[in-house]
């Protein structure tokens, strides 16, 4: 198979390959998922190729290419970073939150056999609260309380 692309169509798949990578592997240490890192490397191979060497630099020591300090300092990938982990950020918060809530006022047996929209129903009000704090105050009024030996998260004020 070949695939023609323009400079510009080469440079965007090279940023979107770089954040499906940073995705999948960034938060990895010893079970990074090699085959996406072997795609990205053949894919900067051909930065040469492209024009678009001065994003790519390659590393004789580990026989690797990497993005350079240019494409690292690139706009668009960090404000791509940025949404990502402030969506997922808050929205893993949220659902988190309510899951526990959920937990807590039905039972872990009661809501593992909830039906999906049954399930859906009781969550969300407190989605729905947890939405409306986070959107108000922000983190501000979450704190870490320490109860016998174990660390919460509550809303300020409360006991």
Request: charged share 40%; aromatic share 16%; glycine share 6%.
């Amino acid at each position: 198979m070949k695939i023609d692309f323009t400079k510009d169509q080469y440079e965007d798949l090279v940023k979107l390959v770089y954040l499906g990578v940073w995705i999948i592997n960034s938060h990895r240490t010893d079970d990074i998922v090699e085959k996406y890192e072997e795609l990205e490397q053949y894919l900067l191979s051909f930065s040469g190729d492209s024009g678009t060497e001065r994003f790519v630099e390659f590393d004789a020591e580990h026989d690797s290419f990497f993005p350079s300090g240019a494409f690292e300092e690139d706009e668009d990938i960090e404000r791509y970073r940025e949404e990502y982990d402030e969506y997922t950020f808050w929205d893993e918060l949220i659902y988190r939150l309510a899951r526990r809530d959920l937990i807590r006022t039905y039972g872990e047996a009661a809501v593992f056999t909830m039906t999906a929209d049954e399930l859906i129903d009781k969550e969300q009000p407190f989605i729905e609260k947890y939405e409306d704090e986070f959107e108000k105050n922000g983190i501000d009024n979450l704190e870490v309380k320490e109860k016998a030996g174990f660390m919460f998260f509550e809303k300020k004020g409360n006991a």
